[in-house]
């Protein structure tokens, strides 16, 4: 199975500082690396797909970037509405497996 | 606008099996795979497995194999796992989720095991 190592495990930033959270994929992926965004009590809101792409209707401080098997995701001068746990998903190949999650928080 | 409105609460006996079902709308049922993940309280996500719609062939996490049955009813779009053998090891939220990346989520359904 393609291990997802994601750090930081949680995250005390202040409002519009940048915010960068890591995936390490244990093997090649590819581009099929996805960010997820969780707020409590809801599900999961796809971020960016493809490692680099903006998903449809979320704010273009969100950005995703690929460094060989390690992704990151950047939040640009972070807001009060990103606290949340956010994750990474490999969807390269069975079984498809996330990152531990990142717990964002305002400091 | 895509919706997966998925099945209400369960509250399950040890050693029972339960259905829960994922009905999707706002586009081509057979389009995308659908996807079921678990979420535990400790807020760690698993793929449990897949189901392409058309054809209803699956694919599943070998760690949820004889565990979860993915099954599909295509004249209503509706996508269904059911869960077999309940411990309260399976005790969490279970997703839907359907669209290229993942892109659409049910809103969980949470299933309880207890005596």
């Known amino acids: 199975d393609i291990q997802m190592t994601q750090s930081p495990a949680s995250l005390s930033a202040s409002l519009e500082e940048i915010v960068t959270i890591t995936c390490q994929a244990s093997q090649d992926i590819g581009n099929y690396l996805s960010w997820y965004q969780q707020k409590p009590g809801k599900s999961p809101q796809l971020l960016i797909h493809?490692?680099?792409s903006l998903a449809d209707g979320v704010p273009s401080r969100f950005s995703g970037s690929r460094s060989g098997t390690q992704y990151s995701l950047k939040i640009n001068r972070l807001q009060v509405e990103d606290t949340g746990i956010y994750y990474c998903?490999?969807?390269?190949?069975?079984?498809?497996?996330f990152g531990a999650g990142t717990k964002l928080e305002l400091k | 606008q895509v919706q997966l409105q998925q099945s209400g609460a369960e509250l399950a006996k040890p050693g029972s099996s339960v259905k829960i079902s994922c009905k999707a709308s706002?586009?081509?049922?057979?389009?995308?795979?659908m996807h079921w993940i678990k979420q535990t309280t400790g807020q760690a996500l698993e793929w449990t497995g897949y189901i392409a719609p058309g054809s209803g062939g699956t694919k599943y996490n070998e760690k949820f194999k004889g565990k979860a049955t993915l099954t599909v009813d295509k004249s209503s779009s509706t996508a269904y796992m059911q869960l077999s053998s309940l411990t309260p090891v399976d005790t969490a939220v279970y997703y839907c989720?359907?669209?290229?990346?993942?892109?659409?989520w049910g809103q969980g359904t949470l299933v309880t095991v207890s005596s």
């Open positions: 989720a359907s669209g290229s990346s993942f892109a659409y």
């Open positions: 706002g586009y081509t049922f057979t389009s995308y795979a």
């Open positions: 998903l490999q969807h390269y190949s069975a079984p498809y497996t």
């Open positions: 493809s490692a680099t």
